[in-house]
């Protein structure tokens, strides 16, 4: 009998009107207790028809005292169809504690979330902060459930679609290039998470880490010749340094090169940066105007003699050893950059019929004018590295101090003869073996 009539009392609570001595007392929504639990756009069902009991149960010979919900999932089920669990549960969902993010009675949010912002219910458990420099749309919009489930998904991080798929579905134009590049960056294919933070960045493009930090992550080769080099290339440390000369997703070129290499590289070395700097060459002007073009430029290759993230000297970024003056004192060393493409015996023999052309008799002319512990020409002497209106590469002029040295040299069927400002006119034959100069 007594457990039959605490049931009727609890039932004539939940309905509105008990009856104690004779007198109405009120039931939980009333303007004195649960009211603004009420005054809500969205309201439970239960709550909404006054129904308390479907979810609390009063605690016998308690006065308005409940029975604490330890697992509100399993009040949930008995009229929500259970949630099909996947791979990767919420954490709240986990432990049961749907009202961890939904309020039981009603809400002002669509779901009766207990937050305003889908984001500031989020951000009430994960600490993200939204207000970087560049931040991602979906994120500064506070609608996390673009990119996350919100109960469980057979993805990380709760995400609706793994990977890459996710991100191409907003950035479909990337998604067709891949399709058509010939060389993928490898982080791009397999992950855009490698390198962007798809919360938001105090950096450019939503990088984690700002740009060089980011690409030396990985590419720790190259950090150590930009930091070890001696000659600085400012395309690696200026604007957008990396992606400046490489596409970090994909390109048609090898390295993922923006560019064909030697376009690329005319692409700053034209009248642009000679207006800024005048002491660099207008490389893309002497080519266009000098046809014979040395053996590394004729295959387009820049690198060949210079290294684009920085030189081994100070000296126009050359990947090895080259002198700058007109006169040095002459040893292997110092020569490494031409020795790595021509014999070092072309200077190395004071005779020869064979290793020159350039020789009187059997006299090496490039013996003679190199090999000297005092004042040794040069290569860049006679000879223009990158291109020239003469065979060899043969220099009209070379920078002697402050005067432009002309070199006058003409070539003949068995020899030649040149009229340069450092000596009077002298003339070499291949054929007359007896003739020493």
């Not at 979906?138 to 798929?165: A, F, R, W, Y």
């Not at 080099?229 to 048609?252: F, R, T, W, Y």
Request: hydrophobic share 25%; glycine share 6%.
């Amino acid at each position: 009998m007594k457990k039959i009539f605490l049931l009727l009392i609890t039932l004539a609570m939940m309905n509105g009107l008990v009856y104690s001595q004779g007198k109405s007392k009120e039931s939980c929504v009333t303007d004195k207790c649960h009211v603004s639990t009420s005054s809500v756009k969205f309201i439970h069902g239960p709550f909404a028809v006054k129904d308390c009991q479907t979810c609390h149960q009063l605690v016998p010979n308690e006065k308005h005292k409940f029975i604490e919900i330890k697992n509100s999932s399993e009040i949930c089920s008995n009229c929500h169809e259970p949630l099909e669990m996947k791979r990767v549960i919420h954490g709240p969902l986990q432990k049961g504690n749907c009202v961890a993010c939904h309020n039981p009675h009603g809400s002002n949010q669509q779901f009766f979330l207990r937050k305003g912002k889908l984001s500031e219910l989020c951000l009430s458990c994960h600490k993200i902060n939204p207000d970087k420099k560049n931040g991602h749309p979906p994120v500064m919009d506070g609608d996390c459930t673009i990119c996350h489930q919100p109960h469980t998904s057979d993805n990380e991080k709760l995400l609706v679609q793994n990977g890459n798929k996710l991100c191409f579905t907003c950035h479909s134009d990337l998604e067709s290039e891949f399709a058509d590049a010939k060389v993928i960056h490898k982080p791009a294919a397999e992950k855009c998470l490698s390198c962007h933070d798809v919360h938001g960045s105090d950096n450019e493009f939503m990088l984690a880490k700002e740009i060089q930090a980011q690409c030396f992550t990985c590419h720790d080769n190259i950090k150590q010749q930009v930091t070890n080099a001696i000659g600085k290339h400012k395309a690696v440390e200026e604007d957008k340094k990396c992606a400046n000369c490489h596409s970090p997703h994909l390109s048609q070129m090898p390295k993922l090169l923006n560019q064909e290499p030697m376009s690329l590289c005319l692409s700053c070395h034209d009248n642009k940066l000679t207006s800024k700097n005048p002491s660099i060459t207008n490389m893309k002007n002497l080519f266009e105007i000098n046809k014979n073009w040395h053996g590394p430029i004729r295959e387009k290759d820049c690198s060949g003699c210079h290294n684009p993230h920085g030189g081994k000297t100070d000296f126009r970024l050359l990947r090895w050893v080259y002198p700058r003056e007109f006169y040095s004192s002459f040893s292997t060393e110092q020569y490494e950059l031409c020795f790595k493409c021509h014999q070092p015996t072309l200077v190395l023999e004071p005779k020869t019929t064979t290793l020159t052309g350039f020789r009187n008799g059997d006299q090496n002319l490039h013996f003679l004018h190199v090999n000297k512990k005092v004042k040794g020409r040069t290569c860049r002497t006679c000879h223009e590295t990158h291109a020239s209106q003469k065979e060899r590469h043969i220099r009209e002029s070379v920078p002697f101090g402050k005067w432009e040295l002309p070199i006058y040299f003409e070539k003949t069927s068995d020899g030649g003869k040149c009229s340069p400002g450092c000596h009077a006119t002298k003339e070499y034959k291949r054929s007359d073996i007896t003739t020493r100069q």
